[in-house]
């Protein structure tokens, strides 16, 4: 796999300083002014003027009562040596958030360079011979057609758009993508519809698929309810023009969220709905880049199962690796951020990032980022080091092959080790009228050694159901602190795993195969877990059942898999850091 084939590439060790080891920046001179970093050395090129481009895509076979034809605006922004006639390659920000919002309030359009991530990519690239273009979705800004929330359609445009900024005669042919959440959901739309010229692709807490951003083993986030309602009703300008933008999808993403969160086994959606959303798979099978993955570990906007999970039996991240594609990651206890968004490294609770703050900010990011892009772009420096760089749960960094750790050692407890009260989670109480809980406090792991969780920890209920339906939320905290390490969430019906669920009969038997999401943590010696499971918890919805479905679980039947590392203190590395980032509690 990988996308190199296309580049040419030229002397590794050119200009060497522009490429330091990652264990020695800390020792450098870094540019700590902005609220995004800057790359160690300014470019000689300049930004021309902003140029527009508005093309007509043929949607006749992606929208059945739409319109058969759609237009895509984007506006770009050249280097100053494509006046001498050099190629030069593309870096894009696909999204639906130009010209966002309500009528009186919304975002800049295109041609305006987008705050944050915008800025990060014309101050930084542009200088170093790259050309930047902010893309507008279908039926956003300035381009037509139905807004396809992330549907067929969508990609279409998309593709569009990459082939588009591919053949350019300015352009050396190479593509890559940036952003955040739905702009690096757009990213994986893009490389699910394989162009030649897509060479890489950065999605920052970027969706890969639509039903597991919103739903996780079939437990339902509130938002799932309205998420296509709210996008559409911040798209629209509320005048004649809006008839373009809808299309049956529309229609039925406003009921997909209901239906899926109450039908279970009986979803209409997911064959359909769901599936044509769902990009990651596509790519995979579709597309030949790279990848630099970047998730926040303590993002529950875009979870981390994003990238850790799958079907299952399937975690993307390492089935990327394993079939030959490059990749690298970055990893912070950040939350829904980049790397360097410093004044967003901040107001994170104990247990969410707050012990992590003083050495979360990564300085070092756009020089991470300019040496991926110079190899993957434009074939030029040493090939970047295809590792993760992992933040643990106490602020230390450290660079693992890949994550979760291939080298980790599964501790299995059983639950009949622990000292619990309760055993049905969900449901009234026959005594003082409460929603049913169930706690359970395990011991110490080791009374001598620290223990290092890193990876997915499984947690195995064995469970009676009362109802075709039932929800269990485990939240997993240090049992002596009591501050939170983690959580899993599961509707019985997905008791398998997955995305799949199966009809339960009162009275059957199963164990719930539940998986944490990931988790990097350090547990000191003398310290074991708490258990505490609920019906719900965080930002999930109770189970659409209510309080018929309470889960009996057997706690003796009952086991928790914990991976755990032993450290490699010569993989650790410092960060550059600032004052204010370090303290920005």
Request: aromatic content about 12%.
């Given at each position: 796999?990988?996308?190199?084939?296309?580049?040419s590439f030229?002397d590794p060790d050119k200009?060497?300083?522009?490429?330091?080891?990652?264990?020695?920046r800390?020792?450098l001179?870094?540019?700590?002014?902005?609220?995004?970093?800057?790359?160690?050395?300014t470019?000689?090129?300049y930004a021309?003027d902003?140029q527009?481009a508005?093309?007509?895509v043929d949607?006749?076979?992606?929208?059945?009562s739409?319109?058969?034809?759609?237009?895509?605006h984007?506006?770009?922004?050249?280097?100053s040596n494509t006046?001498?006639?050099?190629?030069?390659?593309v870096?894009?920000?696909?999204s639906?958030y130009?010209?966002y919002?309500?009528?009186?309030?919304?975002?800049g359009?295109t041609?305006v360079v987008?705050a944050?991530?915008?800025?990060f990519i014309f101050e930084?690239?542009?200088?170093?011979?790259?050309?930047?273009a902010?893309?507008a979705?279908?039926?956003?800004?300035l381009?037509?057609?139905c807004f396809?929330?992330?549907?067929?359609?969508e990609?279409?445009?998309?593709?569009?758009a990459v082939?588009?900024?591919?053949?350019?005669?300015?352009?050396?042919?190479n593509?890559?993508?940036?952003?955040?959440?739905?702009?690096g959901a757009?990213?994986w739309?893009?490389a699910a519809?394989?162009?030649e010229?897509?060479?890489?692709?950065?999605?920052?807490?970027?969706t890969?698929a639509l039903?597991?951003?919103?739903?996780?083993?079939?437990s339902a986030?509130?938002r799932?309810?309205?998420m296509?309602m709210?996008y559409f009703?911040s798209?629209v300008?509320?005048?004649?023009?809006?008839?373009?933008n809808?299309?049956?999808?529309?229609?039925?993403?406003?009921f997909?969220?209901?239906v899926?969160?109450?039908?279970g086994?009986f979803?209409?959606?997911?064959?359909?709905?769901?599936s044509?959303?769902?990009?990651?798979?596509?790519?995979?099978?579709?597309w030949n880049g790279?990848v630099?993955?970047v998730?926040?570990?303590?993002d529950w906007?875009?979870?981390?199962h994003?990238v850790?999970s799958?079907?299952?039996?399937?975690h993307w991240?390492q089935t990327?690796?394993d079939?030959g594609?490059?990749?690298?990651?970055?990893l912070?206890q950040?939350?829904h951020?980049y790397?360097?968004?410093w004044?967003?490294?901040?107001?994170?609770?104990?247990?969410?990032?707050?012990?992590?703050?003083?050495?979360?900010?990564r300085?070092d990011?756009?020089?991470?980022l300019?040496?991926?892009?110079?190899y993957y772009?434009?074939?030029?420096g040493p090939?970047?080091?295809?590792h993760a760089?992992?933040?643990?749960?106490?602020?230390q960094?450290?660079?693992?092959?890949t994550?979760p750790?291939q080298?980790?050692k599964?501790?299995?407890?059983?639950?009949?080790?622990?000292?619990?009260?309760?055993?049905?989670?969900?449901g009234i109480s026959a005594i003082g009228?409460?929603?049913q809980?169930?706690?359970s406090?395990?011991?110490?792991?080791s009374e001598?050694n620290?223990?290092h969780i890193s990876?997915?920890?499984?947690?195995?209920l064995y469970?009676?159901a009362?109802?075709?339906?039932?929800?269990i939320f485990?939240e997993?905290?240090?049992?002596?602190?009591?501050i939170?390490?983690g959580h899993a969430?599961?509707?019985?019906?997905?008791?398998?795993g997955?995305?799949e669920p199966?009809?339960?009969?009162p009275?059957?038997e199963?164990t719930m195969?539940m998986?944490f999401?990931?988790i990097?943590?350090l547990i000191?010696?003398?310290h074991?877990i708490r258990?505490v499971?609920t019906?719900t918890g965080?930002d999930?919805?109770a189970?659409a059942c209510?309080n018929?479905?309470?889960?009996?679980?057997i706690?003796?039947?009952?086991k928790i898999?914990?991976p755990y590392?032993?450290?490699?203190?010569?993989?650790?590395?410092i960060?550059?850091?600032?004052?204010d980032?370090?303290?920005?509690?």
């Open positions: 796999m990988g996308c190199i084939d296309s580049l030229n200009d060497s300083s522009l490429y330091p080891d990652i264990k020695e800390y020792t001179d870094w540019n700590m002014t902005h609220t995004f970093s800057r790359v160690l050395e470019g000689p090129h021309l902003v527009d508005l093309f007509t949607t006749s076979e992606v929208w059945e739409g319109p058969s034809e759609a237009d895509v984007l506006s770009y922004w050249l280097p006046l001498d006639g050099e190629k030069v390659p870096i894009a920000v696909i639906p130009f010209s919002g309500q009528p009186g309030s919304e975002s359009d041609g987008g944050g991530r915008g800025e930084n690239f542009i200088p170093h011979g790259y050309a930047f902010q893309v979705v279908f039926g956003t800004e381009s037509t057609g396809d929330y992330r549907g067929a359609g990609g279409l445009g998309i593709h569009h082939e588009w900024l591919g053949t350019q005669e300015w352009s050396n042919g593509v890559g993508l940036y952003g955040k959440s739905y702009e757009t990213q739309e893009a519809q394989g162009s010229y897509l060479k890489t692709i950065v999605p920052i807490s970027g890969t039903h597991p951003l919103l739903y996780k083993n079939g986030e509130a799932s309810q309205v296509h709210n009703s798209t300008d509320y005048n004649e023009d809006d008839i373009d809808v299309c049956p999808d529309i229609i039925e993403g406003l997909a969220g209901p899926t969160y109450g039908a086994e979803d209409p959606y997911m064959d359909n709905y769901y044509e959303r769902s990009h990651i798979d596509k790519a995979f099978e579709n790279s630099y993955w998730q926040g570990m303590q906007n875009v979870d981390p994003q850790f799958g079907p299952p039996g399937t991240y990327y690796k079939a594609f490059d990749v690298r990651g970055i912070g950040w939350g951020n790397p360097d968004q004044t967003k490294h901040n107001a994170q609770d104990s247990g969410y990032g707050a012990e992590a703050i003083y050495n979360m900010t300085w990011w756009a020089q991470d300019f040496e991926w892009f110079e772009l434009k074939g030029i090939k970047p080091d295809l760089q992992i933040q643990r749960n106490d602020g960094w450290r660079i693992e092959e994550w750790p080298d980790s599964d501790m299995i407890m059983s639950l009949s080790e622990c000292q619990t009260v309760g055993s049905f989670v969900g009228g409460a929603v809980t169930i706690t406090e395990c011991p110490a792991f001598e620290n223990t990876g997915l920890v499984k947690l195995h469970t009676v009362t109802f075709d339906g039932g929800q485990a997993m905290q240090d049992s002596v602190t009591g939170r390490i969430t599961m509707d019985i019906r997905y008791h398998a997955g995305s199966q009809t339960v009969i009275g059957q199963l195969m998986e999401q990931a990097d943590a000191p010696a003398g074991g258990l499971l019906e965080e999930y919805l189970p209510g018929a479905c309470p889960v009996h679980v706690s003796t039947e009952s898999i914990i590392i032993i450290e490699n203190k010569s993989e650790g590395f960060t550059p850091q600032s004052l980032a370090a303290n920005n509690q």
